[in-house]
């Protein structure tokens, strides 16, 4: 999901790749690969996809809200079997004809078309904030899962996200939350241990901050809501993050959790 985002390509700086927002539009509901003005969101995205992997190694996976369909295929890079829905059909159908190894299908998070018990891991990364009724999906995700399975989800951090506000800035979330609420909405839908962690700038990211009116964020949002040129220094600069510039710290260690941009929970069924 990317935060803010231009309309769609015709907003692409020229020295971007539009080919691929051909083949799935960007709206700002989603991120998608392979475009540099994207590629800050997309990078902050695919971080938490590359460091949780390992948790899926042999294992049976859902994507629950599986958007381009990119995670879902790193996934399946390790994982025994991976299975990804989304309720969108364009995505549905861009994710089955490019990623072949993923079994997609369309169907509602809310009515999860699995058996109880039948997946080892479920993911769900940046689409819990985007759900009308949050404690329905999560307590799917706990249908679905065999005992002990893993929930493996990120979103926001509200406090950092939507700051000051009691309702989201961006127009496709319904609900953000902060860390305990995320771990109570967690807990009450059935599962057991909860670990937190956060994710936040890393050192080159800390200094591309600094570059630019001390936030990077910032710089794209302002541009993107005023329909503004990109300096070619953002420019150069968003185009260069990779997902080693970003930091997952547990909660409880050196950063404080409300600090985090976004939030990564890892729970275990009850």
Same mark, same amino acid.
């Given at each position: 999901?990317? !935060?803010?985002?231009?309309? %769609?390509?015709?907003?692409?700086?020229?020295?971007?790749?539009?080919?691929?927002?051909?083949?799935?539009?960007?709206?700002?509901?989603?991120?998608?690969?392979?475009?540099?003005?994207?590629?800050?969101?997309?990078?902050?995205?695919?971080?938490?996809?590359?460091?949780?992997?390992?948790?899926?190694?042999?294992?049976?996976?859902?994507?629950?809200?599986?958007?381009?369909?990119?995670?879902?295929? *790193?996934?399946?890079?390790?994982?025994?079997?991976?299975?990804?829905?989304?309720?969108?059909?364009? !995505?549905?159908?861009?994710?089955?004809?490019?990623?072949?190894?993923?079994?997609?299908?369309?169907?509602?998070?809310?009515?999860?078309?699995?058996?109880?018990?039948?997946?080892?891991?479920?993911?769900?990364?940046?689409?819990?904030?985007?759900?009308?009724?949050? %404690?329905?999906?999560?307590?799917?995700? !706990?249908?679905?899962?065999?005992?002990?399975?893993? *929930?493996?989800?990120?979103?926001?951090?509200?406090?950092?996200?939507?700051?000051?506000?009691?309702?989201?800035?961006?127009?496709?979330?319904?609900?953000?939350?902060?860390?305990?609420?995320?771990?109570?909405?967690?807990?009450?839908?059935?599962?057991?241990?909860?670990?937190?962690?956060? *994710?936040?700038?890393?050192?080159? *990211?800390?200094?591309?901050?600094?570059?630019?009116?001390?936030?990077?964020?910032?710089?794209?949002?302002?541009?993107?809501?005023?329909?503004?040129?990109?300096?070619?220094?953002?420019?150069?600069?968003?185009?260069?993050?990779?997902?080693?510039?970003?930091?997952?710290?547990?909660?409880?260690?050196?950063?404080?959790?409300?600090?985090?941009?976004?939030?990564?929970?890892?729970?275990?069924?009850?």
């Amino acid at each position: 999901m990317s !935060a803010f985002a231009p309309d %769609g390509p015709d907003r692409i700086p020229a020295d971007s790749s539009a080919e691929a927002a051909a083949v799935l539009t960007l709206t700002g509901e989603r991120t998608i690969p392979d475009l540099d003005i994207e590629n800050y969101w997309f990078r902050r995205h695919e971080v938490v996809y590359e460091r949780l992997a390992p948790r899926c190694a042999g294992r049976e996976v859902l994507e629950a809200g599986c958007g381009e369909g990119y995670g879902a295929d *790193l996934i399946a890079g390790v994982a025994q079997r991976v299975i990804a829905v989304d309720y969108d059909e364009s !995505a549905v159908a861009h994710v089955r004809a490019r990623y072949p190894r993923v079994e997609v299908m369309r169907a509602n998070l809310a009515e999860l078309p699995l058996p109880d018990a039948s997946v080892d891991v479920v993911v769900n990364f940046q689409v819990i904030e985007h759900l009308w009724d949050q %404690g329905q999906f999560v307590r799917e995700c !706990a249908r679905v899962l065999r005992p002990g399975g893993l *929930l493996m989800m990120s979103t926001p951090n509200r406090i950092t996200f939507s700051p000051g506000r009691d309702t989201p800035i961006n127009p496709f979330h319904t609900r953000e939350l902060n860390a305990d609420e995320l771990t109570e909405l967690l807990v009450d839908g059935g599962f057991g241990e909860v670990a937190m962690s956060g *994710l936040f700038h890393g050192s080159r *990211l800390q200094e591309m901050d600094a570059r630019h009116g001390g936030s990077i964020i910032d710089a794209q949002i302002e541009r993107a809501v005023a329909d503004a040129p990109w300096p070619p220094e953002l420019v150069a600069d968003v185009a260069a993050v990779t997902t080693a510039d970003f930091d997952l710290v547990r909660a409880g260690g050196e950063r404080h959790i409300d600090d985090s941009l976004d939030l990564v929970a890892i729970a275990v069924r009850a």
